[in-house]
Every structure is written in structure tokens, then in C-alpha cells.
């Protein structure tokens, strides 16, 4: 069966500190692969989203970057993390592009 | 703005209650999905319903698809105190094979069921 894993669970980082966060996926080959962010009781905003090993499309201008090294990697990386990028990540797999979408288990980043 | 909004915001309800929530977007549409989020974790995906269907049923859950009013309702029947969750819609936009099939998704409503 496939599942998804992300770590870490919570991270704390100051103000213009490095921000690297891992998605892997297991039991899958050639997934798109998707990071979203969640604010506080709002719904999710799509930040990028992956096809196949380097290819990432950016949804929205920003501080963060995603990389895909592997097929079932999916990293989201800053390299100055802002008061603004604090939120709750998600990432994200699918078979087909828009359809059902199985989701990682978050990670909890409070820039301060 | 956003492609799919979420009404109500907020939900309460007694435990056996139907709970109700509606969701309207903008565009045309490929499929809409709802999707569950329990308190700190990731989501969940409930039901699927494509842009030709006009119901679907899934134990508890019942999804209808409006494509003339660009609505879309949940309706979870004899909620229990375990369905507390916020609950998300989300739309893959028809943009004519033009787009990739990335989801969008709304704001979600809050449920809380009483028990």
C-alpha cells in the first residue's frame, strides 16, 4: 500500500534562518507530488507542484523553493525564512492530475 | 479570490443531526472533491464527484453537483461526535486541456457535533 511521510512533524526557526522540509512517498512510482500551505483556519493555498524528477511549476511568488531529487522526493526549501512563511505544510501525491489527492501529515513551522 | 467557497464557515450540530455544507466556485469544472480535516493532521479525501455526475452517495455522505448554479453540497446524515472535522471542497478546473488538473480548494467549513 502507499503512504506518504513527512518530517519534521513541528519545527521552530528564527527569522532568517534555512528552512528544509522532506516529503517522501512509498509504494508508488512517478507521482505528482504537491506542497501546499494552511494558514490558521483557512483553506490551502497550492505552492508547487511536481510531474516527474526536476520538474517543479511554482504557483505563487515567494520565499520558497521545491526540488524533486527523486521520484518519490519532494522537497521545500528557503534559504531565509520570513515572519510571513510560518503555516502549516502539507504535501501531497497523486496518480492522475486532478484527481484524489492523499495527504502527508503536515509540518507545523512558526518562523519567530 | 478563491475558486471554491465554503458556506457555512462554522457548523453545530447535535450528535444524529444531518449536517449541510455548500460549496460554490467560479469556473468550469473537470471534478469536485471534498475532503476531511481533522484538527492538526493532513486531509483526507472523501468523495469525488465529475462535472456529468449530479449525485453520489458514500455511506454516511451524500454529494450533489449543481454545474448550472456552480454549486456543490455535502450532506452527512445521523452525524456522529467522530465526524467533528473541518471539511474542504476542492475543483479541478476544465481550462480546455490547457491546464494541468492542479486542484483548487476552499476555506472549508468547521464541524463541530455535540454529542
Known amino acids: 500500500s502507499q503512504t506518504i511521510h513527512q518530517w519534521p512533524a513541528t519545527l521552530v526557526q528564527p527569522v532568517g534562518s534555512p528552512l528544509s522540509l522532506e516529503c517522501t512517498v512509498e509504494?508508488?512510482?512517478?507521482?505528482?507530488l504537491y506542497w501546499y500551505r494552511q494558514a490558521a483556519g483557512r483553506g490551502l493555498q497550492l505552492l508547487f507542484y511536481?510531474?516527474?524528477?526536476?520538474?517543479i511549476s511554482s504557483e505563487v511568488p515567494q520565499n520558497l523553493s521545491a526540488s524533486r531529487p527523486q521520484d518519490r522526493q519532494f522537497i521545500l526549501s528557503s534559504k531565509k525564512l520570513l515572519l510571513s512563511d510560518s503555516g502549516f505544510y502539507l504535501c501531497a501525491w497523486s496518480v492522475l492530475a486532478g484527481g484524489q489527492e492523499f495527504f502527508g501529515p503536515g509540518t507545523r513551522l512558526t518562523v519567530l | 479570490s478563491q475558486q471554491g467557497e465554503e458556506d457555512p464557515q462554522a457548523l453545530s450540530i447535535q450528535e444524529g443531526e444531518n449536517a449541510t455544507m455548500n460549496c460554490s466556485y467560479k469556473t468550469s469544472i473537470n471534478n469536485l472533491q471534498w475532503y476531511r480535516q481533522n484538527s492538526g493532521r493532513g486531509l483526507v479525501h472523501l468523495i469525488l464527484i465529475r462535472s456529468n455526475e449530479r449525485e453520489k452517495h458514500s455511506g454516511r455522505l451524500r454529494v450533489t453537483l449543481d454545474t448550472s448554479k456552480k454549486s456543490s453540497s455535502l450532506l452527512i446524515t445521523a452525524s456522529r461526535a467522530a465526524d467533528t472535522a473541518s471539511y474542504f471542497c476542492a475543483t479541478e478546473e476544465n481550462a480546455g486541456g490547457t491546464s494541468y488538473g492542479k486542484l483548487t480548494f476552499g476555506q472549508g467549513t468547521i464541524l463541530t457535533v455535540h454529542p
Open positions: 509504494g508508488t512510482s512517478n507521482p505528482n
Open positions: 511536481s510531474v516527474g524528477i526536476g520538474q
